[in-house]
């Protein structure tokens, strides 16, 4: 390794170009800050010819990322061209084997195949880092593994999709149905080729699992997490959650309890005077709490060029300056395996139900309810069409399996035009 | 150095047996996560004798925190004695001199003397690590030198006294004035032995100049701080600010301009929307804004023995785990001195005069503000006695220069009977 620190990146698109840009138009702020330089040897994208933005004429080009991998010229190696396998885990596993450090920003590569590649970095003894994989430019990986590291950590919740935050917020905010709203978002570049990434909760839920294995010690299991996602909203959910004094968010919460790692990713309410509530657009938030430090809350741009080439490079940085961790926090082969669980806690849920306009049926779901030992906080029918009246209850505190008994009774009794609906209250 | 990490811990506040209670009951979650144990060799404070509710009879006592800093089987100096100079610098120095490592929650003794703690330490090839210095257990230092190492830091904000912020809640929840609050927080020992370091904003003070020491790479500077307490703050203050829609906070503000550093810390009027004005009691926020990263917000308590212990032990991991780093971000010989300036961004400001209630008086403070060049966007007069009115103006954004030239022509009108009060507007 010469003094200086020499990249390599796979990967032009925006976050490639913003790493680019910092290294350019930062190079003495980094110095400095390093106490060494740091140098682009190479880059590698699927086209040469195309017209990014920057000047890539001092940088040599390889077309294929495995062979920009291997450079005998490169330190670093980032990953930047997504995909959970294919080019870029063969170009990852590539960099490692060659004992380069590897910076990704691929959240889905890691969620399914984390534990592989970080039994790979630490054998090779090089780093493989990957803020800018979860939440954007919020340095959530840093203080889990390193400014929390002292604390036992009790949960992990976040909002970390910001597309799904922008449909949510915006289906409020312009009284817009979800339909709409999720055209609109795919007209602005804010979805995903496979949209039911984002709005199927599944972006999010890799980004969970990731923080779960630093907090509770697991190796990644993304299979083991509960996944639900927004399509199902509705704008009069949205709206009688508000009338109630919740919004709607995609919520993920990670838990260890007995049983073992809870994992879900769901729309879920929170108390609209929460931060969690605050939250609009593309801004994700995560919360971690740990026996010690109590509650941290971090909030920041979840994606876009400049926040997420910032996460890149802290990362490279680090590198720069030497650090060495292992990659979730603790050697990998020390990680025991989750244990999934099902979502314990007791909690308030709201329940909407659409029910047939017939007589009795109200009294058939409250039996239905009470049955199960879900009991009754509030409830409220609006006003309706021909067809079928929605009525919204909350429960008191109850588990979660409880309701699902209950909404099982429900459906033998063919009152309901449509699946009932059942969101969890979240007191964050 | 033994492969086991050895701590001395001078001062057995509540921070040290906290520290205490971490490295008793997290042992094995320690050593999983730092490669090797983490123990404590030896412990000093005042009293021997004091039960302090943990076992301290496995360490070594010192009655001298500066022999406790030399002695052979410790690895890392941990300093809680507080205080900005006398016995806690002594035995930093001492540490630094024999080679320790140092670890420390000394945000006085830094914001005074860290440019020469930052060169000893360098000098003798050491780390001095202070994340409990600044905020509690929110991981801002790390954050501000490593996960934006990157970036171009534009400006760094934050409420970082939680008795300022606990009196100015307290205040509006309960509706008493500053006399009474402040005696209450007195009872309940949240204040300092001199409470001046709290409500006169140098505690707060003291916290900004570190961070914006490793925000713009200069050395520490504290005398070049800007510095307005609380204590001035009305009930009728924080009552006319909410129906204006917005909430009083200590706020301090640090940015680098062509002129040079501007340091603020001051009762500042926050929208009641944003993140800021959310906060109550105790907990403190930050936030930075850097050219990549755009704005990054971080809050947690920010104080407690559990918060703060959760910091320092995050110091004593990362020590564990090999990082090595300048002090401030950057070499302590590359950090420039700072030129201090005055608050220059123009700002809309929220004016309370209290006015003799004669004829005129109002026609002559317009003129006033009209020959300084301010211009009155809102005014609401309030209800008041015999002698004065209260009068709120709000301007529209101006410099604080042109506000000052206004109230000294004021003050010659002889027309008011209090000092007007002049609070900056932060849309943050």
């Known amino acids: 390794m010469s003094n200086t620190l020499r990249l390599g990146i796979a990967g032009l698109g925006t976050v490639g170009?913003?790493?680019?840009?910092?290294?350019?138009?930062?190079?003495?702020?980094?110095?400095?800050?390093?106490?060494?330089?740091?140098?682009?040897?190479?880059?590698s994208a699927r086209s040469k010819a195309k017209d990014r933005g920057v000047d890539l004429?001092?940088?040599?080009?390889?077309?294929?990322?495995?062979?920009?991998?291997?450079?005998?010229?490169?330190?670093?190696?980032?990953?930047?061209?997504?995909?959970?396998?294919?080019?870029?885990?063969?170009?990852?596993?590539?960099?490692?084997?060659?004992?380069?450090?590897?910076?990704?920003?691929?959240?889905?590569?890691?969620?399914?195949?984390?534990?592989?590649?970080?039994?790979?970095?630490?054998?090779?003894?090089?780093?493989?880092?990957?803020?800018?994989?979860?939440?954007?430019?919020?340095?959530?990986?840093?203080?889990?593994?390193?400014?929390?590291?002292?604390?036992?950590?009790?949960r992990v919740m976040g909002?970390?999709?910001?597309?799904?935050?922008?449909?949510?917020?915006?289906?409020?905010?312009?009284?817009?149905?979800?339909?709409?709203?999720?055209?609109?978002?795919?007209?602005?570049?804010?979805?995903?080729?496979?949209?039911?990434?984002d709005v199927g909760g599944i972006d999010a839920a890799h980004k969970l699992v990731l923080l779960s294995s630093i907090a509770f010690g697991t190796q990644v299991n993304f299979t083991g997490a509960e996944l639900e996602g927004i399509g199902q909203i509705t704008i009069e959910d949205i709206d009688h959650a508000r009338d109630m004094g919740f919004r709607i968010?995609?919520?993920?919460?990670?838990?260890?309890?007995?049983?073992?790692?809870?994992?879900?990713?769901?729309?879920?309410?929170?108390?609209?005077?929460?931060?969690?509530?605050q939250l609009d657009g593309g801004t994700n938030m995560v919360v971690v709490e740990g026996d010690a430090v109590e509650q941290i809350v971090l909030r920041g741009a979840g994606a876009g060029e400049g926040p997420t080439a910032s996460a890149v490079m802290g990362d490279v940085m680090d590198i720069a300056?030497?650090?060495?961790?292992?990659?979730?926090?603790?050697?990998?082969?020390?990680?025991?395996?989750?244990?999934?669980?099902?979502?314990?806690?007791?909690?308030?849920?709201?329940?909407?139900?659409?029910?047939?306009?017939?007589?009795?049926?109200m009294a058939q779901i409250s039996t239905a309810l009470a049955n199960a030992g879900v009991s009754i906080d509030r409830m409220r029918q609006f006003s309706h069409n021909d067809v079928s009246a929605p009525v919204m209850i909350v429960t008191h505190p109850t588990k979660r399996s409880h309701v699902e008994t209950a909404f099982q009774e429900i459906a033998q009794l063919n009152v309901t035009t449509e699946t009932p609906l059942m969101l969890s209250i979240v007191d964050a």
Chains 1, 2 share one sequence.
């Open 321 to 361: 300056r030497g650090l060495k961790l292992p990659v979730f926090g603790q050697p990998a082969a020390t990680l025991k395996p989750a244990k999934p669980a099902k979502a314990s806690n007791e909690a308030a849920f709201c329940l909407r139900l659409n029910l047939k306009d017939v007589p009795g049926v």
């Open 57 to 154: 004429s001092g940088y040599a080009w390889e077309d294929d990322p495995v062979a920009l991998a291997k450079r005998e010229d490169i330190d670093v190696f980032i990953e930047l061209i997504g995909g959970d396998s294919g080019p870029a885990k063969a170009a990852v596993e590539a960099a490692l084997a060659a004992g380069k450090h590897v910076v990704t920003a691929n959240k889905a590569m890691l969620a399914l195949h984390g534990q592989e590649l970080a039994l790979a970095a630490e054998t090779a003894d090089v780093n493989l880092r990957f803020e800018a994989a979860v939440a954007g430019g919020i340095p959530i990986i840093k203080t889990l593994t390193e400014s929390l590291a002292a604390n036992k950590i009790t």
């Open 159 to 197: 909002v970390m999709n910001g597309t799904c935050n922008y449909i949510l917020t915006r289906m409020e905010s312009a009284a817009l149905p979800y339909e709409t709203v999720f055209e609109e978002a795919n007209q602005l570049g804010y979805l995903e080729a496979d949209p039911n990434l």
């Open 249 to 277: 968010k995609l919520l993920g919460v990670a838990q260890m309890t007995d049983a073992g790692l809870e994992q879900s990713m769901r729309p879920s309410l929170v108390p609209a005077t929460s931060p969690l509530a």
């Open 17 to 43: 170009i913003g790493v680019i840009k910092i290294v350019q138009e930062h190079a003495s702020l980094l110095e400095a800050r390093a106490g060494r330089s740091v140098s682009i040897s190479a880059v």
